[in-house]
């Protein structure tokens, strides 16, 4: 029985654990587009990767894998050599792998509501309600994150019950109000400019943004899980975007 995408994929992520080249024939090495700006082109730049990972006895841990057409988004936990939480972004053209981008940050918390970075619900439900729940966490990304309607929270989240994974927030909307309005001096700390894809399954959606975290550039990665029409849980990574002199690749973060 041949495996499914999301299968093929597990498979390749599992492969950094071993540092086995042949986890990575899902994808096609011809066309392979590789957005992490510190892996090389290609499937013969995935498989340096994955031999230069398994020297630090690497643990991969996917905690939740999801479809979308022809995407595989996951939510991975690491331990190479120091703990890592990721989101890894996969599109497919057939049969194999052809694009790739990820959000990685260091793994942090307990958060102060107890929660980590990773626990909560795994599996999506309400399968007939993915475009409803896209287009919600895309009105919220455009019109709080981006535009800092901050006052219009309370349309999307259902208050105090909403659950919190950021390592350094607290449950409910007043945590996220305080994150999303804090200031550096003249500066925003967190400044979301731009959504580059909203990815969905059923009661789970991610977005991935572009904008700045202390007036450095930033990627945001954000996953939603949707509960009776609001956003109830949320689980994020924020990374720094090195400057393009520190690229191994052309192709930008996004």
Not at 140 to 164: C, K, P
Request: hydrophobic content about 35%.
């Amino acid at each position: 029985m041949a495996l499914s995408r999301k299968d093929k994929i597990r498979k390749l992520l599992k492969g950094i654990e071993t540092g086995d080249p042949d986890a990575a024939a899902v994808v096609s090495s011809e066309r392979y587009i590789q957005h992490n700006p510190q892996t090389r082109e290609g499937g013969e730049g995935l498989a340096a990767l994955f031999k230069r990972l398994s020297k630090t006895s690497p643990r991969v841990n996917l905690v939740r894998v999801f479809e979308d057409q022809d995407f595989v988004f996951a939510h991975t936990e690491y331990d190479f050599a120091t703990r890592k939480i990721g989101f890894e972004v996969f599109r497919y053209d057939g049969d194999h792998a052809v694009e790739h981008w990820d959000n990685i940050q260091e793994r942090r918390g307990p958060n102060p509501s107890g929660r980590s970075m990773v626990d909560g619900p795994t599996q999506a439900v309400d399968h007939a309600l993915t475009e409803t729940n896209r287009a919600l966490v895309a009105s919220f990304v455009e019109r709080v994150l981006i535009g800092g309607q901050t006052d219009r929270l309370d349309e999307y989240i259902g208050g105090e019950s909403f659950a919190q994974h950021n390592p350094s927030m607290l449950d409910g909307t007043a945590s996220l109000r305080s994150a999303l309005t804090a200031r550096d001096g003249a500066r925003d700390v967190i400044r979301y400019e731009r959504v580059h894809r909203v990815l969905a399954e059923g009661s789970f959606v991610l977005s991935a943004c572009e904008g700045q975290h202390h007036g450095r550039p930033t990627a945001f990665y954000d996953l939603y899980r949707i509960h009776e029409g609001q956003l109830a849980e949320h689980w994020d990574t924020v990374e720094e975007i090195p400057p393009p002199t520190e690229w191994k690749n052309s192709n930008g973060k996004f």
